[in-house]
């Protein structure tokens, strides 16, 4: 018998081995995710270990890994039933990012310099709280209600804000969350991205229509891809992106250094400007691209905050960059969710930040005209309802768009600012009535 039980636990054990040399890569991913964000949730966020694991890595299959953390090297680390394990690791200024092979923990970093200046104002335009406002048009009623649906059941919304005529008419956040929590926007961060452009080009600095200086580019058909295919995801470019799976994205946010590099590498499928494919790699090479229109890494990594970011206050925003200082354009911004509504309140006054014009008003045009080929939903690295995809919304609507349903809405036509985020996306969490029950409580 007992021949039989280490006969039975040896077959076990290299079938567990088997499993693990086949899946080696999926969990490499899930372990990279897992250490990645229980990191930047510790270390940057302040939140508790417990907190992270029992919410954000709390999902399938990320909750497989098992994490642990050093507070005094400010790491977290996170393995799949003791194999594959990865670590991230802190840095002040830049967020936490992914060890990859031998990495010297202790190779200097450079961080951005930031201006934090509190403005003697209420809310948004100030540091100071909102003030208290009623509109006559507004019925307060139906807009608890529809905040209290936003928050109900298996939704897990951790915040909703409403802004209207630059006040704020609705505020609510989960338990363990309020004003002052940081959350992650994820895709959010390429409208960011999109906006340092915007920004540059209003400088007169550079031009959308400008060719993409990518040196590997010059001897092949890639050379004429403009940056304004790479703003409306159109540029032809071979890219995957499926989170389920082992894609090209997943091995970019995961497992590689150069986060700029990866999508630069790819073969031209489609002619540019006839083939809409949405690609955070696009995002990240078009943050890696923005370092040449500057001296030093150093001004890139400034430029973010002194002629945007803490231009309009938003001083709990940190972009998180890679190993190579690519600020991760695709997915790495966060900020409160009152910061985050802000950024949404620029883009509604055109670029207008209380008197200061941050980019040209003809940006917002531009960023709001559809993607060819894409009926209508995408338009320069912000998500558009042209195209009807909120049917009780009004066509203006514009939005940046995150994992797990962060979204920041953009309604000109009803003077609006929506946010909401959490940790659900649809069907749990249905945007167009969202939309709809919001919008008809100030109507």
């Keep these: 018998m007992k021949k039989f039980l280490k006969v039975l636990g040896l077959v076990l054990l290299i079938a567990l081995l088997v499993v693990i040399y086949i899946n080696y890569p999926r969990l490499n991913i899930v372990s990279g995710y897992s250490a990645k964000n229980m990191s930047t949730s510790v270390f940057m966020a302040g939140r508790s270990f417990e907190f992270t694991d029992d919410t954000d890595n709390n999902f399938s299959p990320v909750d497989i890994a098992k994490d642990k953390i050093d507070t005094d ?8 039933y003791g194999f594959v394990e990865r670590t991230a690791m802190f840095r002040d200024g830049v967020g936490s990012v992914l060890l990859i092979d031998d990495e010297d923990v202790t190779k200097p970093y450079l961080k951005p310099n930031r201006n934090f200046v509190n403005v003697e104002l209420p809310y ?8 208290d406002s009623v509109f006559a048009n507004v019925d307060y009623n139906a807009l608890e209600i529809a905040i ?3 928050f109900s059941g298996e939704k897990q919304t951790r915040a909703v804000l409403v802004l209207y005529k630059n006040h704020l008419i609705a505020e609510r956040y989960a338990d363990d969350f309020d004003e002052n929590s940081i959350i992650l926007g994820w895709s959010m961060t390429k409208s960011i991205t999109s906006t340092v452009y915007g920004v540059l080009q209003s400088q007169g600095k550079l031009s959308v229509n400008d060719k993409a200086q990518v040196a590997s580019w010059q001897n092949d058909e890639r050379k004429n891809i403009t940056l304004n295919d790479l703003l409306h995801m159109n540029s032809g470019l071979e890219w995957v992106e499926d989170y389920n799976t082992i894609s090209d994205v997943t091995r970019m946010l995961f497992m590689e250094k150069d986060m700029a590099k990866v999508q630069e590498d790819k073969t031209l499928k489609f002619k540019p400007n006839t083939h809409w494919n949405y690609s955070s790699g696009t995002s990240n090479l078009l943050s890696g691209l923005l370092k040449g229109y500057f001296g030093s890494q150093q001004e890139y990594l400034d430029f973010w905050y002194t002629d945007f970011i803490d231009k309009i206050g938003m001083h709990s925003m940190v972009v998180e960059t890679d190993l190579e200082g690519n600020y991760v354009g695709s997915s790495y911004a966060w900020a409160t969710p009152r910061d985050w509504a802000k950024f949404g309140l620029l883009y509604l006054h055109r670029g207008n930040w209380n008197g200061t014009q941050i980019f040209d008003e003809t940006w917002v045009d531009y960023i709001t005209t559809p993607t060819e080929t894409s009926d209508g939903q995408y338009g320069g690295h912000f998500w558009l309802n042209a195209g009807g995809v909120y049917p009780d919304a009004p066509k203006d ?7 797990q349903g962060q979204r920041v809405f953009i309604i000109p036509s009803k003077e609006l600012v929506i946010v909401r985020m959490g940790l659900s996306e649809e069907p749990v969490f249905n945007f167009n009535e969202f939309l709809r029950e919001v919008i008809g409580a100030v109507n």
């Design 124 to 131: 948004p335009y100030g540091h100071l709280e909102p003030k």
């Design 397 to 403: 609507l514009f939005s940046a768009n995150g994992y």
């Design 73 to 80: 090297k400010k790491t977290a680390s996170a393995s799949v």
């Design 148 to 150: 209290d649906s936003a």
